[in-house]
């Protein structure tokens, strides 16, 4: 493998690049108006990105303070009922308000209609108000929030959230509830637009990798989201009543809440990952400048997690008075549902063998996930080992696992995506060598921050205790060490992408040399994507052959087009 040879592009004669324009999807109307009643999925994506971002930071101050908290093992800053709901609203505000939605309302929205030839999403409308109901369910959380906060875990577990929380149940239910449809609408209209709306010679085995992800995403959406909808309405409902569901003096039963919610909260797990594993798949193969290893078999996995994913949420129930049967066979499920992962991380490795790697900014991302994503997976096969997880179930093992799977992969993944398709999104470039130095720092302090967490775990302390014993202190000092070089690094991006709006330098309509169809039109793209329908004659990942290949340079943005 080596820096200064990359292969140049396969000449694709069916379809020519366009002439630089300024009008595009940015100018083509101005005023407030044309953004809140916008029809273009392009204009929409950004209004996502913009209230992710809030949400992401907003997330942030509760991390940090939970991080403040555990410097110390007295519980010294925080009394233990306000820890609670630190610790309850870091959750919901990062799963449910910014990795669910993240890659597919941000990434997946401006990139699918484009990458398949479309000029938008089949539902324009469903999709502007998939935004609003999105808005509307956050503002209901974030008055709970202030309104006093709800103090149950981010998991809602009965009786917590019956019988004992004397919090905003019922309005963060709510919220969540309402923002449940916009996953849905989200979903359905991506799943319409990748079967009807393709062009010309896109089949489904010429579709990028990223559209195959969020194609699985989708069906997850659509077929999960209405079980957790329904999981906050019957709990809000027994809350509001006083009717048994949940709570056994009324005749309930609190583990069908853990089952309910599990059926669903498992398979999120995957609407988070999925778009970011499309992402990777992306950058391996156009930052090798080689058809990714095993196209069909990356593809069909994501089906395959799609479908297992909602086979095994009872692993979630290992230390309920679940059958034990019934666990062992959860258990072997959630072994298996290992292997459609694995495969993506053995061809994604088999791809990058022998293969002409440019180190940019966005493969840096792509390597980091594929590094974190693999220990949170290997990490998981303790957990779905019966004997293993009686022991670390409750602890901070658990903590370290979820954050390897969800920050490790889901937000590397988002943040290699934003700087692969900044050009196209904004029409300029960010700085090159800022973005590789918040890779890094990202990376070392993630490290930092959770793997004393494994260590802690193991030995036992136990998750969501605002005061701990004193020889647990020196991984939560590591913890918070971590932490605050990762919200540095995190930090690093949100500067340079404002500044590149205004001072970067112009982005060509194709920066990276890439043979994918976003890439053939100009950047920002018109509000249509494409002057003409284009015809797709050529391969999702069709580069040169090596005997084409000529060395143009160190860095993909030393490229001369061949």
Known sequence: MTNDRVLSMKPIESFELPSPSKVNYLNAVYGLKSWLLTKDHKRIALLYLASITFFF??????ALMIRLELLTPQGDLLSSTTYNKVFTQHGIIMIFFFLIPSIPATLGNFLIPMMIGAKDLAFPRINLLSWYVYLAGGIITIYALLAGGVDTGWTFYTPFSTTF???????????????GFSSILTGLNFIVTIHTMRAP???WFRMPLFIWSHYATSLIMVLGTPVIAITVLLLAFERVSGVGIFNPALGGDPVLFQHMFWFYSHPAVYIMVLPSMGVVSELIANFSRKNIFGYSFVAFSSIAIAVFGFLVWGHHLFVTPQSVYAAMIFSFLSFAVAIPSAIKVFNWTATLYKSSISFDTPMLYALGFIGLFT???????????LAVDVHVSDTYFVVAHFHYIMVGGALMGYLGGLHY???KITGRMYPEGWGRFSALVIYVGFNLTFLPQFVAGYLGMPRRYHA?????????????AGASILGFGMLIPAVYFVWSMRYGKHAEANPWH????????????PTENFEVTPIVTWDAYEFAPPEETEVVGKF???FERA
Do not use: C, K
């Open 57 to 62: 930071f907003l997330g942030g101050v509760y």
């Open 468 to 480: 701990y014993p004193p020889e647990f202190q020196v991984f939560n000092v590591l913890s918070t």
């Open 421 to 423: 398709w900044w050009p």
């Open 201 to 203: 010679g896109m089949t």
């Open 165 to 179: 929380s004397n919090s905003y149940v019922v309005a963060t239910g709510l919220g969540i509830f309402i923002n």
């Open 556 to 558: 993909r943005g030393d």
């Open 514 to 525: 890439l043979p994918g169809l976003e890439w053939r039109t100009q950047s920002p793209p």
């Open 375 to 385: 220990i949170g997976g290997m990490t998981g096969l303790f957990l779905a080992s």
